[in-house]
Nanobody, 116 residues
C-alpha cells in the first residue's frame, strides 16, 4: 500500500507561514485526488484543500487566498503553503489520497500551532 508521510508542521506566530509536505511511497497518481484535512481539538475533521489528478484545486472558504495546494510529480509530493496564519488554523493537519471508489489513505498527521 502507498504510504503518506506529512512533514513541515510546527509553531508559528499569527501572520506567519508554513509549508506542509506530503510525501508518498508510490505515485500520487495512484489516487484520483489528494487532499489536506485538519482537525482541531473537539472539532470534526474538515477538508482544507484538494487537488485532482487533472490539477483542479478546491479550498474551504476560510483558507481561500491564504493557502495554496500544489504537487511535484517527480517527487510524488503534495504541498500545502499556508500564509497569513491565524490562531484558528491551529490543528493537526492530515494528508489523504482518495479514489473515486471511496477508498482513502491517510497520513499520520502533523501539528500546526499558531500563537496569537
Amino acid at each position: 500500500q502507498v504510504q503518506l508521510v506529512e512533514s513541515g508542521g510546527g509553531l508559528v506566530q499569527a501572520g506567519g507561514s508554513l509549508r506542509l509536505s506530503c510525501a508518498t511511497s508510490g505515485s500520487i497518481f495512484s489516487f484520483n485526488s489528494m487532499g489536506w484535512y485538519r482537525q482541531a481539538p473537539e472539532k470534526q475533521r474538515e477538508l482544507v484543500a484538494s487537488i485532482t489528478s487533472g490539477g483542479n484545486t478546491n479550498y474551504v472558504d476560510s483558507v481561500k487566498g491564504r493557502f495554496t495546494i500544489s504537487r511535484d510529480k517527480a517527487k510524488n509530493t503534495v504541498y500545502l503553503q499556508m500564509n497569513s496564519l491565524k490562531p484558528e488554523d491551529t490543528a493537526v493537519y492530515y494528508c489523504a489520497g482518495e479514489r473515486t471508489s471511496g477508498y482513502r489513505r491517510w497520513g499520520q498527521g502533523t501539528q500546526v500551532t499558531v500563537s496569537s
